[in-house]
């Protein structure tokens, strides 16, 4: 949906053929768990050509029209080339979604220990020791879990294509790359990248449903809360 903050006049605003897309993960902290700001739809895949409906609401006004989009006829491509493109890409969107979400959990997470250490911070009794000890533990966990998706602090420009991130960009850019249906090594790209996210989401379901409680348990003893209940993760089909 395009959202227009109407001015008094003629006002403009422009599709650019997409469609609505998939926010990136927040790789670098902060709370809002996505890069983009949180208040605009994130732009996804060019639409595929053919007829599409313009729907105009302002108040209780509407008003549509149809466009049609036509593709470029300068490149020589299929539409069962297209549709083979856009479908492996709309898979590919799916794994971004869930790495979004795993980045999201992770930071909220730390963000609670935080909140938690500022509560306790004075607290002399053993109680709130004992849960400022286990926060400075699972600080630490998650920061090895961040560390499968971000490279841990090194000077210069680091380059891991061991990188969850990295995997699942690159696999992004193989079909992005051309307009053709994918080949057997952008499919290998995208399997992979699927493979080694799975093996991560794994890996943070099961720190959540472990290591996590037990920190509660502990802040729980020190009179405090600040937790919600996490769902485990995982890679919609």
Do not use: H
Not at 16 to 26: A, C, F, H, I, Y
Not at 133 to 148: A, H, I, S
Request: charged share 30%; net charge positive.
């Amino acid at each position: 949906n395009l959202q227009v903050e109407p001015k008094p006049g003629i006002n403009r605003t422009t599709w650019r053929l997409d469609r609505k897309g998939v926010r990136t993960p927040n790789l670098f902290g902060g709370s809002c768990g996505g890069q983009q700001r949180r208040d605009v739809e994130p732009g996804g895949r060019t639409v595929l050509p053919g007829q599409y409906t313009v729907r105009f609401t302002y108040g209780n006004v509407v008003d549509s029209t149809t466009v049609t989009v036509k593709f470029d006829p300068r490149i020589d491509v299929s539409m069962a080339d297209l549709e083979a493109n856009d479908a492996m890409q709309a898979r590919l969107e799916k794994s971004q979604q869930a790495l979004a979400d795993a980045m999201k959990r992770i930071t909220d997470a730390g963000n609670t220990i935080k909140a938690v250490n500022g509560q306790l911070k004075d607290r002399k009794e053993k109680a709130a020791r004992d849960a400022m000890k286990k926060g400075k533990e699972v600080q630490n966990q998650l920061k090895e879990l961040r560390e499968m998706f971000v490279p841990g602090e090194v000077q210069g420009i680091r380059r891991d294509p061991n990188l969850v991130t990295f995997r699942l960009f690159s696999a992004s850019s193989y079909l992005r790359s051309s307009f053709d249906a994918p080949g057997p090594s952008q499919m290998a790209a995208v399997e992979q990248a699927e493979k080694a996210l799975e093996e991560s989401l794994a890996k943070i379901n099961d720190f959540f449903q472990t290591t996590w409680p037990e920190y509660k348990s502990a802040v729980d003893a020190a009179n405090l809360s600040f937790f919600e209940e996490y769902q485990p993760l995982k890679l919609e089909k």
